[in-house]
């Protein structure tokens, strides 16, 4: 018996580690695309507009390869070997939007990189929620490493901006790739036990679409953020490192959320995440469409821990409550989708609306937060089905 809990122990401690380790891997890659990939289209000599066509662009293939990637990796039953394929695709296909030199090329290469590149989110959650659930272990600290190395991208990579020509970022994010494909490599290899059958009501009802709603409004709400921070930064005279330093303190608070969430949010439903996130988020994006000066918008950058952080937590409680084995990549995969719909439609908008009223276009994803409170006041007080699966250690309180 003893060896048999230290077996265990092994394979917990080696799971959470991998895990850790790709999670690392894959957000050094975001860390470095979000905030720095707008700065090389703006050296390409693309229009605002333009930018924002060729990030919805990446947004909207989600639409049609997360329900197919995910949908033939549950098919499949092994996980990790299509989040594997993804890497090694993903990789490979980033090498064309590096090489490609017109609006149209670049936009051809960024959705054809999104085709294998937007799946590895929900593929990696669904995967990480099967072994956490299988090995009682904290999501939030396996999660948070995530977190650190997309910080460490972000201070990194304004760094190096400052040292090198805005032409060169697509490479240096190309290059981000490659202990991609190392870490995933080393994933555990979990098969997941065929003989699981639905249990409860199914995941996908009344109170599932609501709070997926929830979730893509207050997401796709960073979208101007996501798109021309940087570059409205840049516009205001703030240097690479400094643009790199405001992303950071926002990851930052959001590393902090996530490691001592489990201390003070066991018995939070998943909505009360949801609300407080989302009044995080809206009080960020009004108060930075106010353009504030440096000293006010640096510690502004905080709210991050709520507007992603918590919404992110809130959604991953409700899922892990409700996501039969069999259908986890799948029902991963249908909020993937909604979350990139909206953020996609956002990032459209938000290039528009920039492009003629600079940073007021915050207050318009102020208004994506008030919808998405107000949804997920609704699901709030709907009844609550009973879980198809046991809740996680991340969050017990499993109801709305």
């Known amino acids: 018996m003893v060896r048999d809990l230290s077996a265990k122990s092994d394979d917990s401690k080696r799971f959470a580690s991998r895990l850790a380790l790709f999670y690392a891997a894959l957000f050094i890659g975001f860390g470095l695309h979000q905030p720095f990939f707008p700065v090389w289209l703006k050296a390409k000599g693309l229009a605002d507009g333009q930018i924002g ?13 997360t329900p197919v990637v995910t949908y033939l990796a549950d098919k499949a039953g092994i996980l990790s070997y299509a989040i594997v394929i993804c890497c ?9 939007v590096g090489l490609a030199d017109s609006f149209v090329m670049i936009l051809v290469g960024v959705v054809i990189t999104g085709l294998v590149w937007s799946p590895l989110v929900p593929l990696v959650d669904a995967y990480g929620l099967a072994g956490v659930a299988k090995r009682t272990l904290d999501y939030g600290r396996i999660r948070v490493w995530g977190s650190v190395a997309f910080m460490a991208a972000n201070i990194a ?10 032409q060169w970022i697509v490479w240096m994010i190309w290059a981000s790739m490659i202990p991609l494909v190392v870490a995933s490599v080393m994933l555990v290899h979990d098969r997941r036990d065929r003989s699981v059958a ?9 109170r599932f679409v609501l709070i997926m709603i929830a979730a893509a409004l207050l997401q796709a709400s960073h979208a ?8 409205h930064w840049k516009a205001l005279g703030y240097s690479g490192f400094t643009v ?13 959320m996530f490691w001592l969430a489990t201390r003070f949010t066991r018995d939070w439903r998943p909505t009360t995440f949801l609300l407080i996130g989302g009044a995080g988020g809206l009080l960020r994006w009004v108060l930075m469409a106010l353009d504030p000066p440096l000293w006010i918008n640096a510690p502004l950058q905080i709210l991050h821990a709520a507007g992603f952080g918590l919404v992110h937590l809130g959604t991953m409680s409700y899922l892990a409550a409700r996501l039969p084995a069999h259908q986890r990549a799948s029902g991963q995969g249908t909020v993937s989708v909604a979350i990139g719909g909206a953020m996609a439609l956002a990032t459209l908008i938000a ?10 276009a915050y ?22 089905p009973r879980p198809a699966v046991p809740a996680q250690p991340q969050s017990e309180g499993v109801g709305g």
Do not use: D, K
Not at 88 to 96: D, K, P, S
Not at 198 to 206: E, I, L, Y
Not at 224 to 231: D, M, R, T
Not at 244 to 256: D, K, S
């Open 53 to 65: 066509m060729v990030l919805a662009g990446g947004q909207l293939i989600r639409l049609i390869a």
């Open 157 to 166: 990579g304004g760094i190096i901006l400052t040292l090198i020509a805005p």
């Open 363 to 384: 207050l318009a994803m102020g208004s994506l937060c008030a919808a998405g409170l107000l949804v997920t006041a609704v699901a709030r007080a709907m009844p609550v």
């Open 198 to 206: 639905p249990s409860g009501p199914g995941f996908f009802n009344q």
């Open 244 to 256: 790199g330093m405001l992303w950071a303190v926002a990851v930052l608070a959001e590393i902090a």
């Open 351 to 360: 290039g528009y609306l920039y492009a003629r009223v600079g940073a007021s």
């Open 224 to 231: 101007v953020y996501y798109g021309f921070a940087s570059i």
């Open 88 to 96: 090694f695709a993903t990789a490979v296909a980033f090498i064309g």
